[in-house]
């Protein structure tokens, strides 16, 4: 049986095929990141001087300034890095390193939030940059074309869902789609009108079920949606599963039909981090 017909299913086509290569993109894309250090400040030093490499081989210098102040803001691709400081003499010439520094470029990391999350840690208190509503952390970013893409789509898949919904309860409301109304009205028309009736309401119990599993579908859909925009916002750590399971709530009572007004679909998320 087929689910979608006509401009349904083209709309569905295209915005699946328009979502999937935004999110290829961000694969092919490569953006340079702000991020900021800071460091003990050492008395009676000239300034500083700062380099940066690749912390893997060959270890390319990528950055080597010297500054007045003990902090310093760059932009760097995503990657992992590494830095050493060293303070100058007053002939201008570095003293001592300090060891080699990890760190990782996922994101934007500003002063202002460089500080924010120094502040934080002060008071004790654990950050957490997980991103939990799709788009907003490429929103966060400045990348706001995809975040008004992934909004789109959700905003569609709404409006597909809401429409096979109403559709459902249109059929689901009719009187004669009622079997106690078509039982009194038998009493009183000919078998054959009866057998009319019964047999409109087969037809338009095979539709209701069609929009039901319409809702089913695109509410799978919408939910690999969202767990494809999380783990490419979150670049899940290892260890980190999203499942999800869609499957229609089908009771036993064939009175369902005609008196419910709503889609009865059951779906289950489910997140799990890994510590």
Do not use: C
Not at 31 to 39: A, D, L, R
Not at 150 to 156: D, K, L, M
Not at 267 to 272: K, P
């Amino acid at each position: 049986m087929l689910l979608f017909r006509g401009k349904s299913f083209a709309i569905v086509f295209q915005f699946i095929l328009i979502f999937f290569s935004i999110s290829s993109g961000v694969f092919a894309e490569k953006k340079s990141f702000v991020y900021y250090i800071e460091w003990k400040e050492v008395k009676g030093s000239r300034g500083y001087v700062v380099e940066v490499r690749k912390s893997e081989p060959p270890q390319e210098l990528f950055l080597e300034k010297k500054v007045s102040e003990n902090e310093i803001e760059f932009s760097l691709e995503a990657g992992t890095y590494e830095y050493r400081i060293a303070a100058l003499n007053r002939f201008g010439k570095p003293s001592s390193y300090t060891p080699w520094t990890n760190f990782k470029v996922e994101q934007d990391r500003p002063k202002a939030v460089a500080l924010a999350e120094k502040e934080e840690a002060s008071k004790g208190i654990k950050t957490s940059k997980f991103v939990w509503i799709p788009g907003t952390g490429y929103y966060s970013k400045g990348e706001r074309w995809k975040s008004y893409s992934i909004w789109t789509w959700f905003g569609v898949l709404a409006y597909l869902g809401n429409s096979e919904r109403e559709a459902g309860n249109i059929l689901a409301s009719k009187p004669l789609n009622d079997p106690m109304n078509i039982a009194v009205l038998s009493l009183n028309l000919p078998s054959s009108f009866t057998l009319y009736l019964w047999q409109a309401r087969e037809n338009d119990k095979k539709e209701y079920e069609m929009h039901q599993n319409n809702q089913a579908l695109i509410g799978g859909v919408a939910i690999l949606g969202v767990a494809l925009s999380l783990w490419l916002e979150n670049k899940l750590p290892q260890g980190d599963t999203v499942q999800f399971k869609v499957s229609p709530d089908r009771g036993g009572n064939q009175n369902t039909f005609a008196n419910t007004g709503f889609s009865q679909n059951r779906w289950e998320v489910q997140y799990t981090r890994s510590f």
